[in-house]
T-cell receptor
């Protein structure tokens, strides 16, 4: 079993839809949770960075962490074609040495 | 936000050549640097971790004599793929982090060995 599970998709939605991306994990020691967006042939771009449980909002993006269920989510409101990319969840902890454990990544396509 | 510059973005070379990839942080002083490789439609695979002025720590299965990492300053790290062969063809990505922050990634280098 992988430490971090993420459905690879692909996920296809119409423009304007609300997108929900999720990851589950098995290591209860994880404390730091991140979402990255990666366009084709580019490096990952940090979208959200959260510590422990709770919600965090930034523009159209909302990240949720439920440590009791070992489940994290990223919501994208009013999705745009420019959101089409691969979304990677990543986590680390508890000492936050920086070494990340990544999910496989979910490919999202937002159709105009 | 943080900016990480990686160069070159794409390199094609003959088998047996050594290739150097540079990674610079442009607007903050990094404490730790990471090098990854990524195959098509797969997630990132960590190759090594290094702190400024220290030897890199390589992940299991990564040949340290094959992939030479130099982290001479807070703002510059290099990865040299020595005597590259076609199986070394991949997408190589560096990242930096500050003391308590997340990792910020470069735009990657596509390496093609003929």
């Amino acid at each position: 079993q992988k430490e971090v599970e993420q459905d690879p998709g692909p996920l296809s939605v119409p423009e304007g839809a609300i997108v929900s991306l999720n990851c589950t994990y098995s290591n209860s020691a994880f404390q730091y949770f991140m979402w990255y967006r990666q366009y084709s042939r580019k490096g990952p771009e940090l979208l959200m960075y959260t510590y422990s449980s709770g919600n965090k909002e930034d523009g159209r993006f909302t990240a949720q962490v439920d440590k009791s269920s070992k489940y994290i989510s990223l919501f994208i409101r009013d999705s745009q074609p420019s959101d089409s990319a691969t979304y990677l969840c990543a986590m680390s902890g508890p000492s936050n040495t920086g070494k990340l454990i990544f999910g496989q990544g979910t490919t999202l396509q937002v159709k105009p | 936000g943080a900016v990480v510059s990686q160069h070159p973005s794409w390199v094609i070379c003959k088998s047996g050549t050594s290739v150097k990839i540079e990674c610079r942080s442009l607007d903050f002083q990094a404490t730790t640097m990471f090098w990854y490789r990524q195959f098509p439609k797969q997630s990132l695979m960590l190759m090594a971790t290094s702190n400024e002025g220290s030897k890199a720590t390589y992940e299991q299965g990564v040949e340290k004599d094959k992939f030479l990492i130099n982290h001479a300053s807070l703002t510059l790290s290099t990865l040299t793929v020595t005597s590259a062969h076609p199986e070394d063809s991949s997408f190589y990505i560096c990242s930096y982090r500050t003391r308590d922050g997340p990792q910020h990634f470069g735009d990657g280098t596509r390496l093609s060995i003929l």
